[in-house]
Nanobody
C-alpha cells in the first residue's frame, strides 16, 4: 500500500510562486512515475505534470509549460512541483499520484496512476 502526502499549498497573489511537495511511502514502495493533477471547483481533474523516477524525464500540460517545474529525489521518494508566475486560473486542489504501471515515457492520463494523495489547496488571487 502506497501513501502519498502532499504539502506546500496556500493562498498567494497572481505572479507569485509556490512549491508543492509529495512524499511517497509504504512497504516496498515501487513506482515508474509520479504525477500531479489538479481539480478546480465544478471542473474535471486535469493533468499538470509527470516525471519518471529512473530518468527524470518530465511531461507538462500546455497550460503550465514554462511556469511549472517538476523534480524528484529518488533517495527521499519525494517529488516537488515548483510553480512560478501563478495565475488565478491555477487555483485548484492539487493531487499527487503514483504509477506502478509501465506506459512508456509519457504519463498524462489519470488512469495511468493507481495511488493518489489527499490533495492540497492552491488559491491564486488576482
Amino acid at each position: 500500500q502506497v501513501q502519498l502526502v502532499e504539502s506546500g499549498g496556500g493562498l498567494v497573489q497572481a505572479g507569485d510562486s509556490l512549491r508543492l511537495s509529495c512524499v511517497a511511502s509504504g512497504r516496498s514502495f515501487s513506482s515508474y512515475a509520479m504525477g500531479w493533477f489538479r481539480q478546480a471547483p465544478g471542473k474535471e481533474r486535469e493533468f499538470v505534470a509527470s516525471i519518471l523516477w529512473r530518468t527524470g524525464s518530465t511531461t507538462y500540460a500546455d497550460s503550465v509549460k514554462g511556469r511549472f517545474t517538476l523534480s524528484r529525489d529518488n533517495a527521499k521518494n519525494t517529488v516537488d512541483l515548483q510553480m512560478n508566475s501563478l495565475k488565478p486560473e491555477d487555483t485548484a486542489v492539487y493531487y499527487c499520484a503514483s504509477s506502478r504501471g509501465y506506459y512508456g515515457v509519457t504519463y498524462s492520463r489519470a488512469s495511468d496512476f493507481d495511488s493518489w494523495g489527499q490533495g492540497t489547496q492552491v488559491t491564486v488571487s488576482s
